[in-house]
């Protein structure tokens, strides 16, 4: 993957600068997801991600059978016909159209809910590998940098994620140059329409590519649940891309431990 090597966006630089001495971040107890594949599959929120298309699919199809047997010549043509060819051989082209893609989508999202629960689990199996390999346990912070999701769906809160590893101290900075950066693009419209072209909701950049190797610590993630507060994540990058300083890695969120008896 090329990365974009030029300077980001508002100054950010300055914002580390100004960020010193920056009150230190508390942090909820570390978690333990890796240590075996049944802590992993308990700890770490994976969704089921074919179980839900598959139903979609059923939704959506069901909806379409529904308006060409209420809204068209269904009914009219079913007692001449039968069901099968009045459903499927209307009197318009588009009509057909409908009914071939409804049965599609019904079939298929059939198929994807009765074959999930064997693919989540070869891909819970597939993440927990690569969280071994690659994976990174890091404390999410909400900050005030946000970025759009789409014309009409608001904004993502961005996260900084420090790594487990680093200091609180160092963490405390990383907020709260994040947040010193943010109100500077909120004060230049241009340099914020240049980030949101360059930091997109599905990329996770490392605090030291933005704001310089004295950073280094943390990354920068969208993400909608920060801003309940703070969570542990594991960020995986790629087993080809454990240097790059930026990526569209797999991010999940992890669950604290339950508290000893």
């Given amino acids: 993957m090329r990365h974009d090597k030029r300077p980001w966006p508002g100054d950010p630089k300055a914002a580390w600068a100004a960020a010193a001495g920056a009150p230190p971040l508390e942090r ?16 770490v929120v994976i969704e089921n991600e ?8 059923i939704l959506i199809g069901a909806m379409g059978a529904g308006t060409i047997v209420l809204f068209s010549d269904f009914r009219d043509r079913v007692g001449e016909l039968g069901a099968a060819e009045a ?22 999202g059939l198929v994807k809910v009765v074959r999930a629960p064997r693919a989540h689990a070869a891909r819970v199996r597939r993440l927990y590998a690569l969280a071994r390999e690659t994976g990174t346990l890091g404390v999410a912070y909400v900050s005030d940098l946000k970025l759009p999701q789409g014309e009409n769906s608001g904004t993502v809160p961005v996260a900084m994620v420090a790594d487990a590893r680093t200091g609180a101290a160092q963490a ?12 500077g693009l909120d004060a230049d419209p241009k340099a914020r329409s240049a980030l949101h072209m360059r930091l997109t909701s599905h990329l996770t950049v ?4 933005v ?10 993630t969208a993400d909608r649940h920060s801003a309940a507060g703070p969570g542990w994540r594991l960020i995986m990058p790629g087993r080809s ?21």
């Fill in 87 to 108: 459903f499927f051989l209307g009197n318009v082209w588009y009509k057909n159209a409908l009914a071939f893609a409804a049965a599609a989508l019904i079939l298929g």
């Fill in 172 to 183: 405390g900075r990383l907020l709260r140059a994040v947040d010193l950066w943010a109100a």
């Fill in 28 to 43: 909820p107890p570390v978690p333990d997801p890796t240590s075996s594949l049944e802590r992993f599959t308990a700890r």
């Fill in 206 to 209: 490392r605090t030291e590519a």
């Fill in 241 to 261: 891309e454990v240097r790059d300083p930026s990526g569209i890695w797999e991010v999940l969120r992890v669950e604290q431990d339950p508290p000893a008896a």
């Fill in 50 to 57: 074919r179980r839900f298309y598959g139903g979609m699919g």
């Fill in 211 to 220: 704001f310089g190797a004295e950073a280094a610590g943390g990354y920068l």
